[in-house]
């Protein structure tokens, strides 16, 4: 029987982090099967989940702790069914504007409170063009609840878009871009 781990991964970069954790899952019948994974202040992060043999996973586990040794503190949780969900739509976000401290915290209080679950979020910080001043710039897919129509997330995220000095764009994800 096949069983799906989530591991996540931190440790100094240097080269090489991401061969050695592929070289255990392989060498213990591991399918690489999705991850999202990059260098942040000198860090290498990531999160990743694989599929294997259910009577690999113990072993899979402990040849993961053994990547200690090379600075890669790597965390293995077995992953559950996708736990059944409200009806939803993906919304894509696109936000940005000088950087200040808050603004994540303020934009995801806004989604939690209309019961919008965040697919996936990149973020980053950047020098304006031509001010050189931080420009902090946020894209995100959202999981949005059927009841709620993208016009209402729109309104309630341009709210505290002119307090957070930002510009939000909002669109339904097959409408595309």
């Known amino acids: 029987m096949k069983t799906s781990l989530v591991l996540t991964c931190i440790g100094p ?14 060498e213990h019948d591991g399918n690489w099967v999705e991850s999202r994974m990059a260098r942040l202040a000198g860090k290498f992060a990531g999160v ?5 043999p259910e009577e690999r996973a113990a072993d899979l586990t402990k040849a993961l702790e053994g ?4 600075g890669l503190r790597v965390t293995v949780e077995p992953s559950r069914e996708e736990e059944s969900r409200a009806p939803s739509r993906l919304v894509q976000l696109a936000l940005v504007g000088r950087d200040r401290p808050g603004i994540v915290r303020d934009v995801s209080r806004v989604l939690a409170a209309r019961g919008v679950n ?7 910080c950047t020098s ?15 999981h949005v609840p059927e009841a709620l129509s993208t016009d209402d997330l729109r309104t309630a995220l341009e709210e505290i878009a002119n307090d957070l000095m930002v510009d939000v764009v909002l669109e339904d994800a097959a409408k595309g871009r």
């Open 13 to 26: 970069d240097r080269h090489g982090l991401v061969e050695a954790l592929a070289r255990a899952v392989a």
């Open 48 to 52: 990743l989940r694989v599929d294997l």
């Open 67 to 70: 990547l200690s040794g090379a």
């Open 118 to 124: 965040v697919e996936e979020l990149e973020t980053e």
């Open 128 to 142: 304006a063009p031509e001010s050189g001043e931080p420009l902090f710039q946020a894209n995100a897919t959202l």
